[in-house]
């Protein structure tokens, strides 16, 4: 007679799939006061993710985010005003929400 093998058996855990990370850049928060702005000066918002691919940002206004449409590539300045820092960067918009920008690094 055959036994059978019950649900949690280590045959059960063995067929289940791996979970895969996606991500190539872990993401890290960055301080409340960096925010991007456009060539023209104008407030893109809050910068409040980065990592090795790109950043997110907090929108400043419903204009920050209407005026950006996806893939659109463009130049912004990140600015760091506790340190003075500006970084220019060249990136891709890859996202857009009510409440965030995705950008990617060119």
Not at 20 to 33: C, D, G, K, N, Y
Not at 63 to 79: F, H, M, N, S, Y
Not at 82 to 98: F, G, P
Request: hydrophobic share 40%; net charge neutral; glycine share 8%.
């Amino acid at each position: 007679m055959m036994q059978q093998k019950s649900p949690g058996s280590s045959q059960g855990a063995a067929r289940e799939k791996p979970i895969i990370e996606r991500r190539a850049f872990a993401r890290l928060e960055l301080p409340a006061t960096a925010f991007a702005l456009d060539v023209n000066g104008n407030d893109l918002g809050r910068v409040v993710e980065t990592s090795g691919g790109g950043l997110m940002l907090r929108p400043a206004s419903p204009w920050a985010r209407l005026a950006l449409t996806k893939d659109q590539q463009l130049v912004i300045t990140v600015v760091e005003p506790a340190s003075d820092n500006k970084t220019e960067l060249n990136v891709e918009v890859r996202y857009l929400t009510l409440d965030s920008i995705g950008l990617r690094f060119l």
